[in-house]
């Protein structure tokens, strides 16, 4: 049985209470928050508390930050590295997984001019790790999970491939730390998403949910029925939670989601 979440900006009301009361009735188990920086999400904890105290369902938070755990700037990553270990205890406050985060978005791509970073490989690495490494354990002494989120050539430099995320976390070697796949990037990066799913499997812990152009499951051209095929034959029994565009009426795209990924899904 798929346990589905909707990210809470793309479900209509004011308060968390009033977007689970849409939620549920659009068939979704749980809202995947965001948390924003500046101590933003620790900020929202009386309205995450009181939201929590009225059922409403928070299994995970997605970072929505300007800079993260790879920035180039010193400042920066130990910022990012702050307010990631804020997300990961408050999350865990609410009784939620755990986290997820990119190692990077938008800083820079090899695939647009200048076209060469300003830190080799081997820094790159030697930065993933040691933030990886702080986080995993903030995470395990918390008792939730850090989701490194492979993204897309363009998007990250870094991290793209759910074997690139194997690597790192095996050597971190931490439990505490998971990759977060997304199925939007995996089409993009991934020559076979199912089977890059089957050899990522005792690795993944999250999982996030858009078409292959980034609108809702059902807009665009993804191989719902094997991607979802993959993660039951690798035996995943975590959330999925939707990050995605919507297209089309807005109200009828997130009411879509459910019912189309449980038929998927057969």
Not at 1 to 17: D, F, R
Not at 31 to 54: M, S
Not at 104 to 109: A, E, N
Request: proline share 6%.
């Amino acid at each position: 049985m798929l346990k589905l979440a909707c990210q809470e900006q793309l479900l209509p009301g004011g308060t968390l209470q009033a977007k689970w009361d849409f939620a549920q009735a659009a068939g979704y188990d749980g809202i995947e928050l965001r948390g924003k920086g500046d101590q933003h999400f620790r900020d929202r904890l009386p309205e995450l508390r009181a939201a929590l105290a009225d059922g409403v369902v928070m299994p995970t938070v997605c970072v929505d930050m300007l800079h993260f755990l790879g920035a180039f700037d010193a400042e920066q990553r130990r910022d990012a590295i702050e307010q990631m270990k804020s997300q990961l205890s408050v999350i865990a406050e609410l009784g939620g997984l755990g986290a997820q985060t990119p190692a990077s978005y938008g800083m820079f791509s090899r695939r647009l001019p200048p076209f060469e970073p300003p830190r080799t490989e081997a820094e790159d690495r030697e930065v993933l790790l040691a933030g990886l490494t702080e986080l995993g354990e903030h995470a395990r002494a918390e008792g939730v999970a850090l989701f490194l989120e492979p993204l897309n050539r363009y998007e990250d430099h870094m991290v793209n491939r759910l074997e690139q995320a194997v690597d790192l976390i095996g050597e971190v070697g931490l439990d505490s730390v998971r990759i977060g796949i997304d199925s939007y990037h995996m089409n993009i990066e991934e020559a076979d998403p199912a089977a890059s799913i089957l050899a990522a499997a005792p690795w993944i812990g999250h999982a996030q949910v858009s078409d292959s152009n980034r609108f809702q499951p059902g807009a665009g051209h993804l191989d719902w029925p094997a991607w979802l095929g993959a993660l039951g034959a690798a035996g995943y029994t975590g959330w999925l939670a939707a990050e995605c565009r919507l297209t089309g009426d807005p109200l009828d795209a997130v009411r879509s989601v459910p019912a189309f990924l449980r038929r998927a899904a057969g």
